[in-house]
């Protein structure tokens, strides 16, 4: 299966980081940076929340799937440990 990455949040020190796809950065508008502001710092905030219950640095990835399709995931240990209600807000 093919998948292009999009972003993901890693935790180092502590601290919950944004990764962004650099060919994305490249080819972002200003306007789509304003527009994706609030959802980095909502999942951030969320994820900082649960950081401490897990051991891989990778909390949450997005990519698209060959079929066209968006895929978001928490890692294993977040999955299990954050409520569905939580689960929804976060990804959708």
Do not use: W
């Given at each position: ?6 972003y993901?949040f ?25 527009l ?57």
């Open positions: 299966m093919f998948m292009i990455f999009l993901r890693d935790v180092q020190e502590n601290r919950v980081h944004f990764v962004l796809n650099e060919q994305i950065v490249a080819d972002m508008l200003p306007p789509y940076d304003v994706l502001r609030p959802l980095v710092t909502f999942l951030a905030e969320t994820l900082q929340l649960y950081c401490s219950l897990s051991k891989q640095p990778t909390l949450l990835t997005s990519n698209i799937q060959d079929s066209g399709e968006i895929e978001v995931m928490l890692n294993q240990e977040l999955g299990q440990c954050i409520d569905g209600y939580t689960k929804d807000r976060m990804i959708l």
